[in-house]
């Protein structure tokens, strides 16, 4: 199975910036399409990042212009670089990876925005 590994969250005012780290322990990953989804406390999952493997990006439309999605595939790993957090931003945020019909989650990481 594919390990997903997340890094990278924490406590930060808001207009603070974070960055979040997964990393995907496959030699296959240049191959998956990769994500990130927020899940705050009684709201469904959402998608929040993605990018495929030809490096196309796709935004929730709050985080549009806000976050910034990345990957690096000889360290088989994706970043979500955060800037100008609102407190509406606070959830759990997970790694995803998708191959095909199949989905992999990380274990997440917090994300609190607070004064």
């Known amino acids: 199975q594919v390990q997903l590994v997340e890094s990278g969250g924490g406590l930060v005012q808001p207009g603070g910036s974070l960055r979040l780290s997964c990393v995907v322990s496959?030699?296959?990953?240049?191959?998956?399409?990769m994500a990130w989804y927020r899940q705050a406390p009684g709201k469904q999952r959402e998608l929040v990042a993605s990018i495929n493997s030809g490096g196309g990006t796709n935004y929730e439309d709050s985080v549009k212009g806000r976050f910034a999605i990345s990957r690096d595939n000889a360290k088989e790993t994706v970043f979500l670089q955060m800037n100008s957090l609102r407190p509406e931003d606070t959830a759990v945020y997970s790694c995803n990876a998708k191959l095909y019909r199949l989905n992999y989650w990380g274990q997440g990481t917090q994300v609190t925005v607070s004064p």
């Open positions: 496959r030699s296959i990953f240049s191959t998956l399409t």
